[in-house]
């Protein structure tokens, strides 16, 4: 089974931000790394879901033309709009994937501590809806902590072991710590859509 919504809810209503993203230097740290995996200076169109209190989708949105964010619990709207306001080439929704995913095409879908809240079915899911959204040539980056932990499904390890076989993404950076992986991909074109 994946993660009970409801403990995310519960997360918001016992701190502003549950995680510290804004707090703390182990985040901060792992956001510039993050955005240092990104192959290209600029993109068209990103999407990141789960974007919690909004401070990577501040980072990330000087980088990209137009960028939507997503996360299912209002507090966490609420804080992410704040944190980009007067951005007017990003926009933060409520949702929850994998059902609800912006219309259109990515040239960037950044998973961030997101997949270890996934059972099997809906990790499959949601990658099958990155990749079916995702541009070929698209950068497609994921960071996961790798201990057990409260609320993950799996590991973080397990995550990137499942996102290297996955036979759409080619691995161009594959960055490892003691305590998180990140590995950003690049979608190859689909068959028929190559030089
Ligand atoms: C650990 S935080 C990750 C924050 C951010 N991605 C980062 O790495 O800085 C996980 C966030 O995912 C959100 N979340 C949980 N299930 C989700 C789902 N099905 N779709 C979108 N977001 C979800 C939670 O509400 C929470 O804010």
């Given at each position: 089974m994946s993660t009970d919504p409801a403990y995310f809810t519960r997360m918001y209503e016992g701190s502003d931000d549950p995680w510290g993203f804004r707090s703390r230097w182990y985040e901060r740290r792992k956001r510039d790394l993050t955005l240092a995996c990104?192959?290209?200076?600029?993109?068209a169109r990103a999407f990141e879901p789960g974007c919690s209190v909004g401070m990577l989708t501040r980072d990330l949105a000087p980088r990209c033309a137009h960028l939507e964010a997503l996360d299912p619990v209002p507090a966490a709207v609420e804080q992410a709009r704040h944190e980009v306001a007067g951005s007017d080439h990003v926009r933060v929704a409520q949702g929850r994937v994998p059902r609800h995913w912006p219309e259109g095409t990515f040239d960037l879908v950044v998973l961030s501590?997101?997949?270890?809240?996934?059972?099997d079915a809906e990790l499959h899911a949601v990658m099958g809806r990155t990749l079916a959204s995702a541009r070929p040539g698209a950068t497609v980056v994921a960071v996961h902590w790798r201990h057990p932990a409260?609320?993950?499904?799996?590991?973080g390890d397990e995550v990137h072991r499942i996102l290297s076989g996955v036979p759409e993404l080619s691995r161009t950076v594959g960055h490892v710590e003691a305590d998180f992986l990140m590995d950003a991909f690049t979608v190859r074109p689909r068959e028929g859509t190559g030089p």
């Open positions: 990104l192959p290209l200076e600029r993109y501590e997101m997949l270890y809240y996934f059972d409260e609320g993950h499904v799996r590991t």
